[in-house]
Nanobody
């Protein structure tokens, strides 16, 4: 079982950029699909992005397409979320998640391991 720690959240103005990182340990990182989800107060957890085991394929939620980029570095056991053109509606706690299997990958229930989350706040 892989343990995950998400970092990089903070305060940013609308239109700005931020990069989140997720460090994995305790498992075989390259065996996992890695996803990012977010949850705002009073809202359900929302799919943001997922990257395949080798990093060759990605998929994004409609609300972030064209603005966010997910990537991974298997040599460093790291996954990243580069966020650009941030909007106030992007404000949420962002979670990284891992799964060795389970589909569809845009559903939170497909993931078995979760990081603690990192807060992203976008001001207008």
């Amino acid at each position: 079982q892989v343990q995950l720690v998400a970092t990089g959240g903070g305060l940013v103005q609308a239109g700005g950029s931020l990069r989140l990182s997720c460090a994995a340990s305790g498992g075989t990182f390259s065996s996992n699909y890695m996803g990012w989800f977010r949850q705002a107060p009073g809202k359900e957890r929302e799919f943001v992005a997922v990257v395949s085991r080798s990093g060759g394929s990605t998929y994004y939620g409609d609300s972030v397409k064209g603005r966010f980029t997910i990537s991974r570095d298997n040599a460093k056991n790291m996954v990243y979320l580069q966020m650009k053109s941030l909007k106030p509606e992007d404000t949420a706690v962002y979670y990284c998640a891992a799964t060795t299997g389970g589909f569809p990958l845009q559903f939170a229930t497909s993931y078995t391991n979760w990081g603690q989350g990192t807060q992203v706040t976008v001001s207008s």
